[in-house]
């Protein structure tokens, strides 16, 4: 038996496409069902990779008594939050303002107009340990909306005004500089100094706030700053979140010591701390820092890129049916894999129990592969050179990964996201540039051209790609997020058709997501239908708000493009949610890197070459390596663009050396030949 959604292509929806509920897509023939049969409409919303909701659908939603009672009861939706994300976002501020919190799976019962009046994330079958059951909350409901319709009606509407209020954002007076040090002291506050990162359990990667750190360093040179983020970007490499096996980050930490993580692997999360740990390795120098970003990178190339060259979205935490188990070892089947002294070194290395290090599974005895110690500390305990155990841990995990691959691999989400893989353009294009890896700038070029040539109709980009169709209308972090691709494929490259790929795309959100009276984007376009209200964020979730990429994305574009405007409009996105923002920066991390950006001083820099006879690697290497958040770079000689603030891409090079132009405010500095002095500029 298969339900409607067996004729969908999300592989959420096709996992649900076999229950005996009789699910509903999202859209308007259920809410028309919902009207004709009098019925209140059940929405459940989560995602492939999404624990929980596995736990949920085999509890409840596979089930022949809750499937029987919710199709007498309900007309059933099911929504793949990644496919639908603004109507995620309504429902779960509905959930918020209901329950005090959210999460997957989303569980909202609602009127066939919409209006929530039921809220909550996972519930079991039955009742127990303070979760209502599905089999108790139904006939619950199924009462309610018989015999008290009048006051369910009443207070759907009232959820629904609160929501919409909710979603309203007053604009402040302006983002202040001063607001840069207290995002700072709050993230310094609830700074945990022995594992590093932000608060205690569960403890998320949050790469963005390493990012902010490095700004803040690089403005202030406060060492704290940068201890901060240093301390983490080490203790989650070397935690449990980081798989050592395989490489790659899973979703988050169960515990302050990054060492029990939620298993499942997202593509934004692999894709923000790339860059994150490539950043570092800018400011630092650090070759470990370099390393992990390329490990991540070599294991989305691996195992995440399609066979049309963009990238899937997401890896499950379970496999057969229990999360972790693909991922987790227990002594005696290393012992088999790597045998004698190899073994013996494990046990030091990973710090291998008998009785494991893994809580939390049905099957005990299992181990998370991590690295307690750094290896020049187990070196000297040990006795070994630093790098020849360097060597041998990397040989431990190639046996290790070899095996691994006899085991059942846990599901992979391959739909391709268009926000997600403009994340993944940029990473890919910003560690090209820093480590000069032409095959990860080759790999970025060839998703964007994927994109651009699929996934893009009447010059409007579409959201997902499966199943050879491209769907859905793209919202605010699609056109964002694939616009900081294209600047960071622009500057990997110089090609000037990246460039005018992301003023293309900045084109389309200044017309069509634009809020003219507040200020700031829409996340969604003026042309999609969106129940109860369309909204506006610029907080931080797991990844950084449209709002804030797009603020800084028109920082380095109106120095690109010498177009004062778009920096007019980034001080706007500050203005609409500064009034936020004052009370709790922290929440808005992304928002301080563009207020950042906004206080300068902003840097043009453009290497006007000779190809006939100058070669300007060397000049271009020294800025590629080096972090330069307040810089952006061209090529040249060209002509200028109408208004150029600088006017000086048609400088031509002196006595044929390749010439850096270093300008700021539309005043230039002298024009040098030397790396050091253009350097020095910089500085």
């Excluded at 846990?410 to 391709?416: E, G, I, M, V």
């Excluded at 294209?486 to 058709?497: D, G, H, K, P, V």
Aim: hydrophobic share 40%.
């Amino acid at each position: 038996m298969h339900n409607r959604l067996s004729q969908e292509t999300s592989p959420y929806l096709l996992q649900h496409a076999g229950n005996p509920v009789d699910w509903f897509p999202w859209g308007e023939e259920a809410f028309a069902k919902a009207q004709a049969e009098d019925k209140p409409v059940f929405l459940s919303i989560g995602y492939s990779s999404c624990h929980w909701c596995h736990v949920m659908a085999h509890q409840c939603f596979e089930d022949g008594e809750v499937a029987a009672l919710m199709n007498d009861t309900f007309v059933s939706v099911k929504v793949d939050r990644e496919e639908l994300p603004h109507i995620d976002h309504i429902y779960m501020q509905a959930c918020q303002l209901l329950t005090g919190s959210g999460g997957w799976p989303l569980t909202v019962i609602m009127t066939p107009g919409k209006q929530p009046f039921f809220a909550a994330t996972y519930l079991p079958k039955h009742t127990r340990q303070g979760l209502m059951g599905m089999m108790e909350l139904i006939p619950v409901v199924n009462n309610l909306w018989k015999e008290k319709r009048d006051r369910v009606i009443s207070e759907a509407a009232e959820i629904t005004r609160l929501v919409r209020r909710a979603c309203e954002v007053k604009p402040g007076q302006g983002l202040r500089p001063q607001l840069l040090e207290k995002t700072y002291g709050e993230l310094k506050a609830r700074f945990d100094p022995e594992w590093g990162g932000v608060g205690a359990a569960p403890k998320f990667p949050m790469p963005h706030n390493i990012m902010f750190l490095l700004r803040y360093f690089r403005r202030t040179g406060d060492d704290d700053a940068l201890a901060m983020a240093v301390k983490t970007l080490e203790a989650m490499r070397a935690g449990g979140i980081y798989d050592h096996v395989g490489s790659g980050f899973h979703r988050y930490s169960t515990d302050r010591e990054w060492l029990v993580p939620h298993f499942e692997k997202m593509l934004y999360d692999q894709a923000l701390l790339a860059m994150a740990y490539t950043e570092a390795f800018q400011l630092t120098g650090r070759e470990d820092f370099r390393d992990t970003a390329e490990d991540i990178i070599a294991y989305v190339l691996r195992d995440l890129r399609t066979e049309d060259g963009v990238f899937a979205g997401a890896e499950d935490a379970d496999s057969e049916g229990e999360e972790g188990k693909f991922y987790l070892w227990s002594t005696s089947e290393l012992r088999t894999v790597l045998e004698g002294s190899s073994y013996s070194l494990a046990r030091e290395v990973f710090d291998l129990q008998d009785d494991g290090n893994f809580r939390g599974g049905d099957v005990q005895g299992l181990n998370i592969i991590h690295q307690a110690r750094d290896t020049r500390s187990l070196a000297e305990i040990l006795g070994k050179d630093a790098d020849v155990l360097q060597g041998d841990i990397r040989r431990m995990l190639a046996d290790m990964r070899k095996a691994r691959l006899n085991r059942a691999a846990p599901f992979k989400d391959t739909k391709a996201l268009a926000d997600w893989n403009g994340l993944m353009i940029a990473a890919l294009a910003k560690a090209g540039a820093a480590f000069d890896r032409p095959d990860f700038t080759a790999a970025a070029e060839q998703a964007a051209g994927f994109i651009l040539e699929n996934m893009v109709a009447g010059g409007r980009l579409r959201h997902v790609f499966m199943h050879g169709q491209a769907r859905g209308e793209a919202g605010l972090d699609d056109y964002a997020f694939l616009s900081w691709g294209f600047i960071e494929l622009y500057e990997a490259t110089f090609e000037q058709r990246y460039l005018d790929q992301a003023a293309n795309l900045t084109s389309v959100l200044l017309e069509h997501f634009w809020d003219s009276t507040g200020g700031g984007f829409y996340s969604t376009g003026n042309e999609t239908a969106v129940p109860i209200a369309r909204t506006k964020t610029a907080y931080d979730n797991a990844v950084p708000s449209g709002n804030s990429v797009a603020m800084l994305s028109l920082v380095r574009l109106a120095g690109l493009l010498g177009d004062r405007t778009m920096k007019d409009r980034a001080f706007e996105i500050g203005t609409a949610f500064s009034g936020q923002a004052e009370h709790l920066p922290s929440a808005y991390v992304f928002l301080m890197c563009g207020l950042d950006a906004l206080s300068g001083p902003g840097m043009e820099v453009v290497i006007a070459v000779d190809p006939a006879c100058s070669d300007a690697r060397a000049m271009i290497h020294a800025l590629r390596t080096r972090f330069l958040p307040h810089a952006v770079y061209r090529l040249g000689p060209e002509p200028a663009p109408p208004g150029f603030a600088s006017g000086q891409l048609d400088m031509p090079p002196v006595n044929g050396l390749p010439t850096a132009y270093v300008c700021s405010n539309s005043s230039c500095r002298e024009p040098t030949t030397e790396v050091s002095k253009m350097l020095e500029y910089l500085a």
